[in-house]
């Protein structure tokens, strides 16, 4: 199946561009499919204060995802 991944802030500079499609094998959950990524990117996914969104909704890192699914990473921001 195919997940679309999303980076935004910083990470997509961890990511090296804003946007993934990758293949994954079913059962998959978001922790599973950073775990499948680059060391040092998936090390910045999992950091604490990053949330994540399935579909555009927030949900937890063991979240399953679907064929066509998109997973957006969120890193904390901040502003004035």
Do not use: Y
């Not at 679309?4 to 500079?13: I, K, Q």
């Not at 040092?40 to 555009?56: H, M, P, S, T």
């Amino acid at each position: 199946m195919e997940v679309t991944l999303v980076f935004l802030g910083r990470l997509e500079d961890a990511a090296g561009g804003a946007q993934r499609i990758i293949a994954v094998e079913p059962p998959s959950c978001i922790a599973n499919i950073a775990q499948s990524l680059e060391p040092d990117l998936c090390a910045a996914l999992l950091k604490e204060d990053v949330r994540f969104a399935l579909n555009g909704a927030l949900v937890q890192r063991h979240c399953s995802v679907s064929d066509g699914d998109e997973v957006a990473f969120l890193p904390p921001v901040s502003g004035g």
